[in-house]
């Protein structure tokens, strides 16, 4: 009885003594963090050298994992690597060409002509409404859709003239992307030569500088990383280039102006999970609204079928299931990166939540094998596996 008591006893002294240390490390690293935060004039300098190098490397990265499957296969049947990757840049070059000639001119003149003809638009919009509205209704609330048009006629003015004066003010920041964006179209393509030719050795590598312990899982870790997000980065853009497909010749089907620009954005705004479909939604129903109801009404079944299409056939043959997270779990990923880290959160937060969501859980496992914890599940583990085994 006495040793059951102290046996009792040292389990919680174990377990206090656990909790203890546990308490201290999250103050440290708590401390730590603070005293990070004030350390702007360190920051400062690594920001601005990540915003540089960081955009060459997250393109070239995209490319590698749309392009390294085809790569291997290749490989496989004995053709050189070296061999594959120069045919696939040639034929990516060829690509762009053709759409820099083809596609670019005429999306750009209808945007041209959207932004031309936006207040002319507007008035029609509200035209259709108090045209197609019930007399009782437009008794009622005529005066309130009025005044609401207007404004939100002269905040969208404002907002343009803003934009238009920052622009021209902020030359330092217009340049600065452009520097960026110079930097990693010349950059980027030698990038994602090394990483299509090379790497396969960049685990290696990496776990070479570890203890023979750690190798192995840590070389689990980087492959399951690996394989989410290349499913994520291939499976968004296949079903991103299909929902444009597809709006476009819906688009074109039902007769709607500017359908080519609308597809070609909400081809690129679903590179948005949830949030890019809903955009793409609201501007095709305002471009309708200047037809006329009859055009909403055509434009909603558009998306209903698309929507239906991309849900029970190209998504679930695509994506599946290949990340494991939740539709909320997602939402709320794209709203905290998009606002901690801008347009790149939103479009690298997922791929980045699921690469840390990997490590989390590997780390959790490894804790449940070695903690006192779960010793009890442990054993429960081990008979139920010696049952089954009988």
Not at 107 to 119: G, M
Not at 122 to 143: C, E, R
Not at 169 to 190: A, E, N, Q
């Amino acid at each position: 009885m006495e040793q059951e008591k102290s046996k009792g006893i040292v389990f919680v002294d174990a377990i206090n003594h656990r909790v203890i240390r546990l308490l201290v490390s999250v103050l440290l690293v708590l401390v730590c963090l603070y005293v990070a935060s004030k350390l702007h004039y360190i920051w400062s300098p690594i920001g601005q050298f990540l915003a540089v190098v960081s955009a060459p490397i997250i393109t070239a990265g995209i490319f590698y994992y749309l392009m390294n499957p085809l790569v291997d296969i290749l490989e496989k049947k004995k053709i050189p690597r070296t061999v594959t990757i120069i045919t696939l840049f040639v034929l990516a070059i060829a690509v762009i060409i053709w759409a820099v000639v083809a596609v670019v001119p005429f999306v750009e003149l209808q945007l041209i002509e959207f932004a031309t003809n936006f207040p002319h638009y507007w008035t029609s919009i509200q035209k259709n409404l108090m045209h197609h509205l019930p007399k009782d209704v437009l008794k009622q609330f005529g005066s309130q859709i009025s005044s609401i048009s207007e404004k939100s006629m002269d905040s969208i003015s404002k907002l343009f003239t803003t934009l238009g004066g920052q622009t021209w003010k902020s030359v330092h920041s217009v340049l600065s992307v452009l520097t960026i964006v110079v930097l990693t179209v010349i950059t980027f393509p030698f990038i994602l030569f090394f990483l299509l030719k090379d790497g396969k050795n960049i685990t290696p590598y990496i776990t070479g500088f570890l203890p023979r312990r750690y190798k192995r899982p840590t070389a689990k870790v980087m492959g399951k990383i690996s394989d989410r997000i290349s499913a994520y980065v291939r499976g968004q853009l296949i079903v991103a280039f299909s929902v444009g497909v597809l709006f476009i010749v819906g688009y074109q089907i039902i007769g709607l102006k500017f359908g080519v620009a609308l597809g070609v954005i909400a081809g690129i705004l679903n590179l948005i999970p949830y949030l890019g479909s809903f955009i793409a939604i609201v501007l095709a129903i305002f471009v309708a609204l200047v037809v006329n109801p009859i055009m909403v009404i055509k434009v909603l079944i558009v998306f209903f079928v698309e929507q239906t299409v991309e849900g029970r056939l190209i998504s679930p043959m695509v994506l599946g299931n290949s990340l494991e997270i939740h539709p909320v779990t997602i939402l709320l990923v794209l709203l905290s990166a998009g606002k901690l880290f801008g347009v790149v959160g939103v479009i690298i937060g997922i791929p980045v939540y699921a690469a840390i969501k990997v490590i989390v859980i590997e780390i959790y496992e490894w804790y449940k094998r070695v903690s006192v914890l779960y010793e009890a599940d442990r054993e429960h583990a081990k008979r139920e596996k010696e049952k089954s085994a009988k």
